[in-house]
């Protein structure tokens, strides 16, 4: 065995063909089909199911997948460390996120600060991204929802209010606030279960005995404003992510507090890589002196992000 052979193997399990990874390595595909098979051949072990022009990794190849993962991860890691004894000029970060607001910005001030460094970010839910970052396909997560985790370590960044959004011609959309038991009976445009948005609306309405009426659920924000324009029903939207529109009205709440957060997260064994640590620092100049970091589920007050807060009481 040698690491050509297992860098052909992870190029294969990691993008999920041979030509796919062939073309990562930029090698021929006889190459790599023969490093592979040589690999399979010194160890009397089947790595890929191979139907047709589709291969598919044997219990075997995922065990072992799961093991290039860490040990090129870790390669990735001796690169960055090097490539920081030169002040960090070139590298590459990998960044996960569920949406684009916070990080964004975050990207804008590292990139200000290390231009040399290539970015990379893919969007998804909570529970992609933070698979993602498990294993090891992201170096950094930018997540309101977590869960708990004695492997990852979590850094709050910011949190904002949760508000409703209605047509503008809605009945209510003159009102600067409602309260929540106004809401029993209005029809809800909201996002797929597990949104942590969602989480955090629908379990403040479940502390006062409120049954909310979501008549559809929408899997995109872009589509949920659409229908919220058109009279569907009332949506609710974190603050920092709502686009402003002549169609729309925001609307708070006066006796609830409902927030969401972003929190920074990496993977703790990784918490000393030259690169990650360097995100990190422009990250915290932008962090509340309040806010430090935090191993997830070490204690109470570090539970998974995007639950409703301790709701009071107040006159409309």
Do not use: C, W
């Amino acid at each position: 065995m040698n690491l050509t052979q297992l860098r052909s193997f992870h190029a294969v399990a990691s993008s999920g063909g041979f030509v796919a990874g062939a073309a990562q390595l930029n090698v021929s595909q006889p190459t790599l089909t023969a490093q592979i098979k040589a690999l399979e051949a010194e160890f009397g072990v089947e790595l890929f199911y191979r139907r047709n022009r589709r291969s598919e990794l044997t219990p075997s190849g995922r065990d072992l997948h799961a093991i290039t993962q860490r040990l090129f991860a870790e390669e990735k890691e001796a690169r960055e460390f090097l490539e920081a004894t030169k002040g960090l000029s070139t590298g590459h970060l990998r960044i996960g996120a569920v949406g684009p607001y916070h990080v964004t910005e975050m990207l804008a001030a590292f990139n200000q600060r290390y231009p040399g460094i290539k970015l990379s970010m893919s969007i998804g839910n909570s529970s992609a991204v933070q698979r993602e970052l498990l294993d090891y396909r992201s170096d950094i997560a930018v997540l309101a929802h977590i869960d708990a985790d004695e492997r990852l370590i979590a850094i709050p960044y910011r949190r904002h209010p949760v508000l409703l959004f209605m047509s503008a011609d809605h009945r209510l959309a003159r009102r600067k606030s409602v309260r929540m038991e106004e809401l029993a009976e209005e029809p809800f445009v909201a996002r797929e279960q597990g949104s942590t948005t969602r989480r955090a609306f629908e379990s403040a309405a479940l502390e006062r005995g409120i049954k909310l009426r979501t008549i559809i659920e929408i899997g995109s924000r872009e589509a949920i404003r659409e229908a919220v324009i058109h009279g569907i029903g009332i949506g609710y939207v974190s603050e920092a992510e709502f686009i402003p529109d002549a169609r729309l009205r925001l609307v708070r709440i006066s006796n609830a507090e409902i927030f969401t957060a972003a929190h920074v997260v990496l993977l703790r064994e990784r918490a000393h890589s030259r690169l990650i640590k360097a995100f990190l620092d422009v990250v915290q100049t932008a962090v509340p002196r309040s806010a430090s970091s935090m191993p997830i589920g070490s204690r109470p007050d570090s539970a998974p992000v995007g639950g409703a807060s301790r709701s009071r009481r107040r006159r409309a």
